[in-house]
């Protein structure tokens, strides 16, 4: 199966567009005329800077690798230095890879690991951690500066053991999504755990950024399900304790969950499972408003209902997604998607006390088939970037979370903010997608015509307009994406000088050197003054 | 309301034995006879070692402190210089305070904390937090060593702002339990977190020591219930973010959490609240074995219910149980307390899906009244232990947890080792009280006649024991008690060098000088080895 460099997926899959003359029509009448933008036609074509490794230091490399695949082609340095987001896509369309990687090791075992960091540590080499590559904050791009090497942790994909009475599993940090959860359906059990990148991610990745997925409302973000972590940093390893719960002192699981590589590199985690459920029942319903089902929301999960699925999705949002998957123009209300699992008669009564909330709230079912088209079709949406880009639309997303009573303040700041920064020509949208009894996350997609030649300055702007909103409203800097390199900028604000001076001691501590993954998460200035 | 020096509680306060006789003589056939044991008549026949602070110091710390009362009499420096375990309880009856504190302050404002730990550090006087002072491993026990101030919080109890939108509070961390829940009673919430020490411990003690309560199989130990701390440490202030979940680094609320004052003094939280439940049914319930009502446990966690009250205890606690409150001997099984909170329906549904489970492990009913007679004594049992020890029996309980598939052979070799450390001469008795879908605690009891002039030796014999058994076996170091003193031999065991890294790393930042509650949580030489 042939990957796309320059875009979402697998070459041979594209968004399944219900009406594409009605979507095109739609996009029009928005963000007015668009062109169709040339890209780039092979990954041979990108000129790379020459490799910043001695050849003393790559020979050392290959020999702390033992019979891992050490590769230096152009070609794999460059895919291997630019994540998923809108501006690495825009990048690599056009051939730019400021700062690529300069080898990429292939490790299998930890030995390989520990013995790579070991020679990079020796000689001051950066080592950047990397599961399926599909950040979308620059979680995997090297920064500018000395010898990188990144190591690509796909072979590293064991499930090392299921154990049936715990329903917990240990397993290696490569693995990718539906690879794991094959193992675990087969034996009878699921992690729940299904973010928009399933498909082409990492359970290192998941952990390693705090991902949640489409259902995490119910199984919980990673975090939650993850019981033990193995770190190895440079001259040593962590191994959480293997508990259900503790008090012994910080929860150390929870404080290397988050850490995206710059104490160290994630080789494993024992993870919680949840037996595969008796039964699964999503279904649509419209609400009159987004305030009436964020209303709607909160009542549910502070009822104690714990829904698989609740994905709300704002008026504008509605609207476009009749107009791309339904082929329906005009659509002016919230789509909620709601689904439990569970044993028959649990989810029987969930519906019961589910729908008596909705209906307090004007909420009309649409019946059992949009949830199913949701289900099938939810990995998809990423493609349809690929064509947007294609046709000269900047479109990307970007995230936050609020308890509620801050909720619909944020939404509506961030919302205008971006519509600002975008001089009114583009389109915001929103959905809320992952609910708790205290608050929700916040999902925004963005769209403009693509302002030629300034397409990262145009994205800038409106990044920096949401993410100062989502600072000054009292949101997450990040509920589920992670900080990388584009919300780092951010970071001291978020967590306050003494928030910083945790990050700055742990990273001090595991990372002396600061070889590990330069230039994401932790602040510039990692010594903080003293307060 | 006088509370005693010498025991649990208040004067007035005694446990209720259903049928003293048969108690007593149950006992002698255990553990042989015992004898009234004498102790001090009154705390100002405690000697204190004169004060260690230097007037000059004494006076700055007054400065600091502004209007807050600064107590330097041996009565109020003998009652903050220990806990209430056993080993408090013993040196305390004997008169025996070796290293008191030199002064209490009641700080009522967060600037007071913050100019006292300046003060504090700008002299080199080790602080103590002091919440409800009910820990039971050391936490509140000053170091040997240099001048040491203790502040009490008791004055710092308000609850700032409900907010019942978001079901959160911001509250002071020197709020007792009694008061907290009965604010929030009053708004249509609970906290649902009700510790056997509730009516005297703090929240601030709780979140200190990753506190759990009776109810936290379902409302979650208190770091699930912990949106947002504040803790002041010499020197700045860390203030986590207030939001429902985020990717923005390590959790740094469970980073904190569980600190026990080494790295500064919490002084506020944000909790997650839930709504007074519509109907709480809790039902007691015989199995034929412990191993059979572990395995109900495991199945009714992992079906997905989530009962407020899961208590098991086993056969030799069952008996206990049986004579210290039913009158009744002879006993064989093992005495389920099961209980479920929510709406109406939700509760018969559990009980449906419940029973089902039961009744797969032979469990009967034992009806109502076992279930409400439990919730009315929960507070009660360590009034007994004041008894107990009048009577020159030794008594304590020490706490763990476990996956499942660790359970049992754990349960069995701790087990065995504080027999053997006992020479077979004593009781132990165990219960599951806080389950997970992957594990549960195991919280044992044991009894002995006490060693006469020996009893410190002789209870530090069975801790050993039961402490290296429960590290070789997988074991939490603690499940909610903490570490403090008492565990800390273990720590570095138990967290590896990798996990002390980390500990140390936090230490450093935060109290580059030692100041904060010295001798407790982290190991004796902090700074790790090069691993």
Partial sequence: ???????????????????????????????????????????????????????????????????????TDGGERAVHSLGKGYRDLVRIRRGEVPNPTDAVIYPATEEQVAAILAAASERGIAVIPFGGGTSVVGGVEPAAG?????????????????????????????????????????????????????????????????????????????????????????GGVVDTPSVPAAAAGPDLTQTITGTEGVLGVITRATIRLSPLPARSDYRGFLLPTFADGVEAAREIMQSGLRPAVLRLSDEPETEVTAVTQMGRAGVNAALLILGFDGEEDEVRLCWERGERILGRHAGQPLGLGLGEAWESSRFDLPYLRDILLDHGVMVDTLETAATWERYLGLY????EAMETAMAGRGVVMAHLSHAYPDGASIYYTFLARQDEG?????WQRVKTAATQAIIDGGGALSHHHGIGVDHRPWIAAYLGPGGIRALAALKKAFDPQGIMNPGKLTPDSEEPTHV
Same sequence: chains 1, 2.
């Fill in 146 to 234: 000395g010898p990188t090497v990144t190591l690509d942790l796909r072979r590293m994909e064991r499930v090392l053991r299921i154990d049936r009475i715990a329903g917990t599993a240990t397993v290696e940090a490569g693995i990718m999504g539906p690879a794991l959860e094959a193992q675990l359906n087969a034996a009878g059990f699921t992690l729940g755990h299904f973010p928009q990148s399933f498909e082409y991610s990492s359970l290192g990745g998941w952990i390693a950024t705090r991902s949640a997925g489409q259902k995490s409302t119910l199984y919980g973000k990673i975090e939650e399900r993850v019981q033990s972590v193995r770190l190895l940093f440079p």
């Fill in 454 to 458: 300034r397409e990262i300055e145009q």
């Fill in 412 to 415: 509506r700041s961030v919302r």
């Fill in 1 to 71: 199966m042939a990957m796309k460099w320059w875009g979402w997926g697998e070459e041979q899959r594209s968004f399944p567009l219900s009406d594409p003359e009605r979507f095109w029509s739609f996009l029009r009448d928005r963000l007015g005329e668009t062109s169709i933008r040339p890209r780039l036609q092979s990954l041979d074509q990108i000129v790379l800077p020459p490799s910043r490794l001695a050849p003393e230091a790559l020979a050392a490399l290959r020999r702390a690798a033992g019979d891992a695949p050490v590769a």
